[in-house]
């Protein structure tokens, strides 16, 4: 591993071990495994992950997080979020996020009073910065640290050192909610966020990596990565009969390929 890296580790050790009992936001990616992992082994018990179930995330997505935290041995617990139940969610402003993390932070800040954990921590990164992130102002506004941002790790850094330290995530693809695909300003519904979910499955279970359903109602706007194009176009016709039997009437292929945040653009 580069000293860089290295140094990095460390730092982030020794603010962890500053904290000496820790709640961590987890959600199963590699940020979040890579956090949990430098916690568990400097902390011991003193580390509780803390996992959202919602409709917001595939059931797959919260199966995986179980078993990771399993494999690292850190207590783990799955709590149910409400934010379908928040107006100011589902009416999917460019300020979503901010709403989501609020509603997250305010049941992680109950169970950590509760169990007398004096810090919460989540697992935002450098790169994190450079992109339309709402809910960062909800970490900042609950008082939650992020050491990944603090000791400088960049998604470059976190999958190396996740492969390093033999974490099953190093080269997991980034996920975002479901409500991402949705786009600002119209509703989220519990159907779209369903059938979204069951497209994306579908595909996936295809061999494609990287999938993203961008849901415009009537039409399905499909991402992936350009070195899947011909995966999908030789599968066309199998996935153009199912997206259409979920209710989507025109199937289309984004020719830029996937996009992180690619829904963003409509802001602009």
């Known amino acids: 591993m580069r000293k860089s890296l290295l140094k990095k580790l460390a730092t982030l050790s020794e603010i962890l071990k500053n904290m000496g ?96 954990i004096p810090y919460i921590v989540e697992a935002s990164n450098l790169d994190d910065l450079k992109d339309f992130r709402p809910g960062l102002r909800a970490v900042k506004e609950a008082g939650v640290r992020s050491p990944l941002i603090e000791t400088g790790f960049t998604k470059k ?31 989220i519904t519990k159907e779209r966020l369903l059938r979204i979910e069951k497209a994306e499955r579908f595909l996936k279970n295809l061999g494609l990596f990287q999938v993203r359903v961008r849901d415009h109602k009537e039409i399905c706007r499909i991402e992936v990565g350009e070195s899947d194009f011909s995966k999908v176009l030789k599968n066309r016709r199998k996935i153009t009969n199912f997206l259409q039997k979920l209710g989507y009437i025109f199937v289309s292929l984004d020719l830029r390929g996937y996009k992180p945040g690619s829904m963003n653009r409509l802001l602009r």
Do not use: M
């Not at 492969?163 to 080269?171: A, I, Q, S, W």
């Open 157 to 187: 850094n976190i999958r190396e050192a996740s492969k390093k330290l033999g974490l099953p995530t190093y080269n997991k693809p980034p996920f975002a909610c479901l409500a991402s695909r949705i786009p600002y300003g119209e509703e």
């Open 21 to 116: 009992k820790v709640l961590i936001a987890y959600s199963g990616g590699a940020d979040s495994t890579l956090l949990l992992k430098v916690a568990k082994d400097n902390l011991g018990r003193n580390v509780l992950a803390v996992t959202a179930e919602s409709l917001t995330y595939p059931q797959e997505e919260i199966e995986e997080a179980k078993k990771t935290a399993k494999k690292i041995g850190a207590r783990h617990i799955i709590i149910k979020s409400r934010e379908l139940n928040n107006k100011k969610f589902i009416r999917n402003s460019k300020d979503r996020c901010y709403w989501c993390k609020k509603e997250l932070f305010l049941d992680l800040l109950k169970i950590a009073k509760r169990k007398k």
